[in-house]
């Protein structure tokens, strides 16, 4: 049986544990320059993570941390005994999620970077953008993964709730966070030509819709599609964006296709609706690149 106090009791000393702002369950990607187009998640206790890759499985951890780094102790898996060391930093608090920042070296390596944005250009370290639910939404990750439980903590002041705005032009990648979501990575790409199009990862070509925004709404009439019966037809919803440290981050919650939109972003978490949490590479960001996510049709 894995006993997880085995390495703090081998070293002598009681580990700081996981800073109290990233406990929870976390879904999120990789967003430095040579990304792989996948889901990960981190599900955080007060002194230990379990770490999931979508494509490659669970891995458990023991935690220690400051106020701007966290180390990963692997406890099994090829990396058993190594240590991930990691800058972390939270980004921002939307409607529903709250979004973090993650930049780690390999296991068995020391920090080298010295900063998040440090770690942009890819060729080494990994940066993960993450989001968890806040603790007064009723949104949900805990069936995402297997949780380390303590995973209600309190949100953060809602002081950077994001605005509406109309140039959504760039590459976003994201999750859908409704109830009943899928664990795994969708794709959008807004031109300037008012076209998008979208896929999740895995789907073998895209859908092609004509966008339509007005003071926060947002219509995809679908023009092209794997399915016939989607042409003609548009989810409607609503949306709202902001810009942080090295993404734009946009909520984007949509009815049922040929649906109605929903009313606001609780009532967009439940099954049958589409919400999604995405981001797209921040203007202000040199290095940010999201090139190899880009849907066309």
């Known amino acids: 049986m894995l006993k997880f106090a085995s390495f703090s009791a081998l070293w002598g000393f009681a580990l700081a544990g996981t800073p109290t702002e990233l406990i929870g369950d976390w879904r999120g990607m990789m967003i430095q320059a040579d990304e792989e187009l996948n889901e990960w998640d981190f599900s955080l206790n007060s002194t230990h993570a379990i770490i999931q890759s979508v494509t490659k499985g669970i891995t458990h951890c023991e935690v220690d941390s400051t106020d701007t780094t966290i180390a990963y102790t692997f406890l099994d898996g090829d990396a058993s005994g190594s240590t991930m060391n990691c800058y972390w930093a939270l980004d921002q608090t939307g409607e529903v999620t709250t979004s973090a920042l993650q930049a780690c070296e390999g296991p068995g390596h020391p920090l080298?970077?010295?900063?998040?944005?440090?770690?942009?250009?890819?060729?080494?370290?990994?940066?993960n953008m993450m989001v968890k639910c806040n603790s007064d939404s009723a949104c949900d990750f805990s069936g995402a993964m297997p949780s380390m439980g303590e995973s209600t903590s309190p949100s953060a002041p809602k002081g950077m709730r994001a605005s509406a705005d109309d140039d959504l032009t760039g590459i976003w990648r994201g999750i859908g966070i409704q109830n009943g979501f899928t664990n795994d990575e969708f794709d959008f790409t807004f031109n300037s030509d008012g076209t998008v199009y979208f896929k999740n990862i895995n789907d073998a070509s895209a859908?092609?819709?004509?966008?339509?925004?007005?003071?926060?709404?947002?219509?995809?009439?679908?023009?092209?599609?794997?399915?016939?019966?989607?042409?003609?037809?548009?989810?409607?919803?609503?949306?709202?964006?902001?810009?942080?440290?090295?993404?734009?981050?946009?909520?984007?919650?949509?009815?049922?296709?040929?649906?109605?939109?929903?009313?606001?972003?609780?009532?967009?978490?439940?099954?049958?609706?589409?919400?999604?949490?995405?981001?797209?590479?921040?203007?202000?960001?040199?290095?940010c690149t999201f090139e190899n996510a880009k849907v066309s049709a």
């Open 112 to 127: 080298k970077i010295s900063s998040i944005d440090d770690a942009m250009s890819g060729h080494g370290p990994v940066v």
């Open 207 to 287: 859908t092609v819709a004509d966008v339509t925004l007005d003071n926060g709404s947002i219509e995809l009439a679908v023009t092209s599609s794997d399915n016939a019966a989607d042409v003609g037809q548009s989810y409607k919803g609503i949306y709202s964006n902001n810009e942080g440290m090295e993404t734009k981050y946009m909520y984007m919650a949509l009815g049922a296709l040929g649906g109605d939109a929903p009313s606001d972003y609780e009532s967009g978490l439940d099954s049958g609706n589409n919400q999604f949490v995405l981001w797209a590479c921040a203007d202000s960001s040199s290095s």
